[in-house]
């Protein structure tokens, strides 16, 4: 089944505490990104990446880092959680760039304390 | 911010077409109109999207105008389980790298 899939799907934590959330994808995509969703925000990018090693930042990238050092896997990083770093996390991937649906991991709820 | 403007309400009996309108008031040329839906706080699903032309699929029609500032999602049977936050987004490949700007939505929900 093809599928983007997120873990942990949900997470307390301590501020400060370094913690990785992980994305796999199984339809060899080349494009991934993460985004969070928060109340009257609305879903905003983090980080995207178009292909193997190449990432760049989206619309709020502050206090995350990711990686791609496999086609299917595209970790986010958060080095020194934050409270305002609270919040529900979608990973995405698609086959290119344009015109093509994105598919949405199930969402990982991260609690920042 | 979002570029496209939906009302942030609806309400739809179950089996009858629900008619979801977004405005796209600064659409370029080379963006494509699409639409996704999120259920409670799932991840996001892709519906359709088109560029010019009216597109269906086995999940819903979707109409663009012909100066293409505003579409409509049509949902032709729509049943509870179609309750969900409705999503017109304007996107396109090159530049935006595939970003997808989310809005506020629509809150589509379906009375029995």
């Known amino acids: 089944e093809a599928q983007v899939t997120q873990n942990p799907r949900y997470l307390i934590t301590v501020t400060g505490k370094k913690l990785t959330v992980t994305c796999s994808q199984n339809?060899?995509?080349?494009?991934m990104s993460w985004y969070r969703q928060d109340p009257g925000l609305g879903l905003r990018q983090i980080y995207y990446?178009?292909?193997?090693?190449?990432?760049d930042k989206g619309d709020v990238p502050e206090g995350y880092k990711v990686s791609r050092k496999e086609k299917r896997n595209f970790p986010l990083i958060l080095e020194s959680p934050s409270p305002n770093q609270t919040s529900l996390y979608f990973c995405?991937?698609?086959?290119?760039?344009?015109?093509?649906?994105?598919?949405f991991g199930p969402g990982t709820r991260l609690t920042v304390l | 911010d979002a570029k496209t403007t939906q009302p942030p309400s609806m309400d739809c009996a179950e089996g009858r077409a629900a008619n979801l309108p977004c405005n796209h008031s600064?659409?370029?040329?080379?963006?494509?109109v699409y639409w996704y839906r999120q259920i409670h706080s799932q991840g996001p699903q892709y519906i359709i999207h088109?560029?010019?032309n009216n597109e269906t699929n086995e999940m819903a029609s979707l109409i663009i105008t012909e100066d293409r500032k505003s579409s409509t999602l049509i949902l032709p049977h729509a049943t509870l389980r179609d309750t969900a936050v409705y999503y017109c987004?304007?996107?396109?490949?090159?530049?935006?790298?595939?970003?997808?700007?989310f809005g506020q939505g629509t809150i589509l929900t379906v009375h029995p």
């Open positions: 995405a991937s698609s086959q290119g760039l344009a015109n093509n649906e994105q598919f």
């Open positions: 339809m060899n995509h080349e494009y």
């Open positions: 990446s178009m292909n193997v090693e190449v990432t």
């Open positions: 600064t659409i370029s040329g080379n963006e494509y």
């Open positions: 088109g560029l010019k």
């Open positions: 987004i304007d996107a396109a490949g090159g530049t935006s790298y595939g970003k997808l700007t």
